[in-house]
């Protein structure tokens, strides 16, 4: 049975607020509560799809951690072959374990679970202890030179840049070294950038690259794991500090991932 019954099966929300009807007119009332039926309409339908979402991402590491534990009972296996299995429910635990946990910051997120705590920061420095994370990876860092602090919760941006970061590696299966920089745009704003030379993302993905689970199938990447939740899960945290986030790319050549933070003065104006 489904956890979330479809939108077009739900029954109309009986009316729970008390309203004198003398104050508030008929044509006022039915509209306040067409408005508040609609909104919850569309949180049970945003629910039902995430649950979609969820089950169909629990399903494929599970089959696979099946089938591998149903091989490995075989007790004609070789060494070799024990091993490659094990490999496999290795590979797909750590897989399940990242989904949880992206799951988890989204979740939080959400619901403002997740206490932000702004303050007055040094990006340079910030930039530096991201980027030692990844060594001996090559990464080369563009930091102009007049770089003001920076006001958000630094925790929340360095989950940002870590993730930026890894997925810059991860879809550079060439070894290619990655940019990263900043720089003060004329608005008070920094702009905080990833560049990578890269996979790069199809023309035809790009809408979606922000979706939830949202994960691009082209072949050049069918060996690179993933949860789809990484990006969407950077843009709620870019967002929470107030800033945008964008990226661009070709197909083949790389992306630029970036995002904007308000300098302290920008932001306490
Ligand atoms: P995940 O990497 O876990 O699949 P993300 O939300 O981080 O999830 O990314 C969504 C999709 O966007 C990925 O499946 C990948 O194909 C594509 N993508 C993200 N970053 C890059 C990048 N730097 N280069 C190429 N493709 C990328």
């Known amino acids: 049975m489904p956890l979330f019954p479809n939108e077009s099966s739900l029954p109309s929300l009986p009316s729970h607020r008390l309203i004198d009807p003398v104050d508030e007119p008929d044509g006022e009332l039915a509209q306040t509560l067409f408005l508040e039926n609609q909104s919850l309409r569309e949180q049970i339908a ?3 799809q995430l649950m979609q979402l969820l089950t169909h991402q629990l399903a494929t590491p599970l089959t696979a951690l099946n089938g591998s534990v149903h091989l490995l009972a075989d007790p004609a296996l070789n ?3 024990r091993q490659e299995f094990l490999g496999v429910i290795e590979q797909q635990i750590r897989r ?6 992206d799951m ?3 979740h939080d997120l959400e619901t403002g679970k997740l206490e ?3 303050v007055s920061f040094c990006l340079r420095r910030l ?3 991201a980027t030692l994370g990844f060594a001996p990876y090559p990464i080369t860092s563009y930091l102009s030179s007049n770089l003001p602090d920076v006001w958000g919760d630094r925790w929340q941006v360095s989950q940002v840049l870590v993730n930026l970061l890894s997925n810059a590696i991860k879809y550079s299966p060439n070894g290619h070294p990655i940019e990263v920089g900043a720089s003060l745009e004329s608005s008070g704003w920094v702009q905080v950038w990833v560049k990578d030379y890269g996979l790069g ?4 993905d790009q809408p979606y690259l ?3 689970f949202y994960r691009v199938k082209h072949r050049d990447r069918q060996e690179i794991g993933g949860t789809g939740l990484g990006l969407s899960l950077c843009k709620l945290l870019v967002e929470n500090q107030g800033g945008k986030m964008g990226f661009e790319s070709t197909h083949g050549k790389g992306s630029r991932f970036y995002f904007t933070l308000p300098t302290t003065e920008t932001a306490n104006r």
């Open 46 to 48: 945003r629910h039902t």
């Open 79 to 81: 060494v070799n072959q």
């Open 96 to 101: 399940l374990k990242e989904l949880l946990r």
């Open 104 to 106: 988890v910051a989204l």
């Open 116 to 118: 932000t705590q702004p």
């Open 127 to 129: 930039l530096e202890e």
């Open 201 to 204: 993302i199809p023309e035809a």
């Open 210 to 212: 922000f979706e939830r």
